[in-house]
């Protein structure tokens, strides 16, 4: 299905055209132990903002790198939109990375600032800071760490800036160009060290038509997102493509709990083959779950 929105908007323009457009639908559905969350546009677009506007307040300037080191959340979803909303660049780290492969990708991505998802995820980043005289911050996405912001204290900083100033993004936001970079993929380095991509914003449009119209995407769909984010194959399927295409990405309890994941009646079934071999299930956990 063909996207609602002009295909020359960038990331960010996509999910405050949404806002604007579809403030109370569902952007993001995020799974927690009392049940699914929803996130409108509306809600998704503003958390967006102020973590952009929090940025601003703790003086990230240019080149305006930021790593997210977590597994899939929400928040990783948010904290990259906020990223390329103020015309910095995102990039991934995997979960199982080790101290040298996380100080690499730091260090060769100038990366100034780094999103943990919690203090087990922090613990794991400190052991890679030495000599990343770049980095200068670290905020979590789910509780407290020594030395580190909360991504809810940051939030809380940028709609402070904001209200003082309530234009403070408008020039990023008219500045921003489809050509630009927004998201650098680090390769698997099997033949060396590992090498970083750089995506356009043009780039991630290209491939989020091909799949969308591949794959159904479609407004007010549901994807669920199970790969690792900081992976080009789980940018495109939970990221750029749903948001060009106005669907909704749910983010479950990873691989333990897939299947469970996969039932709610909304939620559309998503390359089941391969769930169900990731998930070490045969084809009959699946039953009873089918696309919309």
């Not at 457009?21 to 993001?28: I, K």
């Not at 030495?130 to 030395?147: A, F, K, N, S, Y």
């Not at 969308?212 to 194959?233: D, F, K, Q, T, W």
Request: some cysteine; proline content about 6%.
């Amino acid at each position: 299905m063909a996207p609602e929105t002009s295909p020359d908007l960038t990331l960010p323009q996509l999910v405050l055209s949404h806002a604007r457009t579809h403030p109370d639908d569902t952007g993001l559905r995020q799974k927690t132990q009392s049940g699914w969350t929803d996130i409108s546009w509306k809600t998704f677009a503003e958390r967006a903002g102020n973590c952009a506007a929090g940025l601003l307040e703790l003086g990230v300037g240019p080149p305006r790198h930021v790593a997210m080191f977590a597994d899939n959340r929400s928040e990783w979803t948010i904290a990259q939109i906020a990223t390329n909303l103020i015309g910095g660049v995102a990039l991934g780290c995997y979960p199982t990375s080790s101290a040298e492969d996380l100080r690499h990708a730091l260090g060769h991505g100038d990366v100034q600032v780094l999103v943990c998802q919690d203090a087990r995820f922090l613990e794991k980043a400190k052991e890679a800071l030495d000599g990343l005289e770049r980095l200068t911050h670290i905020v979590l996405m789910q509780g407290e760490g020594p030395g580190a912001l909360t991504l809810a204290e940051l939030e809380a900083a940028g709609a402070k800036a904001l209200s003082r100033d309530p234009d403070l993004l408008g020039a990023f936001i008219g500045a921003q160009s489809p050509d630009a970079v927004a998201l650098m993929v680090y390769t698997s380095g099997s033949t060396g060290p590992p090498k970083a991509a750089m995506l356009t914003h043009r780039n991630m449009q290209a491939q989020a038509m091909a799949f969308g119209e591949r794959l159904n995407y479609r407004p007010n769909g549901v994807v669920l997102s199970y790969l690792p984010m900081c992976h080009i194959a789980e940018q495109a399927m939970s990221l750029f493509t749903p948001l060009f295409h106005r669907t909704a990405v749910a983010f479950g309890g990873g691989l333990p709990t897939l299947v469970e994941d996969l039932r709610p009646a909304d939620l559309f079934l998503r390359r089941a083959a391969g769930v169900a071999a990731l998930a070490g299930r045969d084809r009959e956990g699946l039953r009873g779950v089918r696309p919309d």
